[in-house]
């Protein structure tokens, strides 16, 4: 497979860190391709809510603009496999879950109700 090389890794030196970062880039992405399908939002008529893919943070630290998508476990059994892998990791997740939306939280703290 061809490592995507997604970012800048140099301006006026080099990043050292080049080899682990853009490694767990590339696994994060793998993994989110293998479980979801991506599509659009669709408005109240019905129809995909386009995407600006160039709308855009300006700055040293670029990155996306908030916007709206469906992401669809591929299949039951990948579901599955994502619930129990979101469950098994709470602890780990736990300590980056300081700016949730309300939504998120409640989801957060009913999936895992059982377990604590
Ligand atoms: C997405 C992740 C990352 C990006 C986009 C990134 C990007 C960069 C860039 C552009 C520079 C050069 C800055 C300059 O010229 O002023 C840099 C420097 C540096 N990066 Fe990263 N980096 C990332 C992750 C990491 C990681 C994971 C580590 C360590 C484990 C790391 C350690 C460093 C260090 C120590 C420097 C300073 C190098 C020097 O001054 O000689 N970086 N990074």
Same mark, same amino acid.
Request: hydrophobic content about 40%; overall charge negative; glycine content about 4%.
């Given at each position: 497979?061809?490592?995507v090389?997604s970012?800048?890794?140099?301006?006026?030196?080099?990043?050292?860190?080049?080899?682990l970062a853009q490694n767990s880039i590339n696994i994060n992405i793998m993994n989110l391709v293998w479980a979801f399908?991506?599509?659009? $939002?669709?408005?109240? *008529? !019905?129809?995909?809510?386009?995407?600006?893919? /160039? &709308?855009?943070? @300006?700055?040293?630290?670029?990155?996306?603009?908030?916007?709206?998508?469906?992401?669809?476990?591929?299949?039951?059994?990948?579901?599955?496999?994502?619930?129990? $892998?979101?469950?098994? *990791? !709470?602890?780990?997740?736990?300590?980056?879950? /300081? &700016?949730?939306? @309300?939504?998120?939280?409640?989801?957060?703290?009913?999936?895992?109700?059982?377990?604590?």
């Amino acid at each position: 497979m061809v490592a995507v090389r997604s970012l800048n890794w140099t301006l006026q030196r080099s990043c050292p860190g080049i080899h682990l970062a853009q490694n767990s880039i590339n696994i994060n992405i793998m993994n989110l391709v293998w479980a979801f399908d991506f599509t659009a $939002e669709l408005d109240d *008529a !019905g129809n995909p809510i386009e995407v600006d893919t /160039f &709308a855009c943070h @300006t700055g040293v630290a670029t990155g996306p603009l908030p916007f709206r998508c469906r992401l669809t476990p591929r299949t039951p059994e990948k579901a599955e496999i994502i619930s129990r $892998e979101f469950l098994e *990791a !709470g602890d780990i997740f736990a300590k980056f879950e /300081f &700016a949730l939306s @309300t939504e998120d939280k409640e989801y957060v703290s009913q999936s895992r109700a059982h377990i604590h």
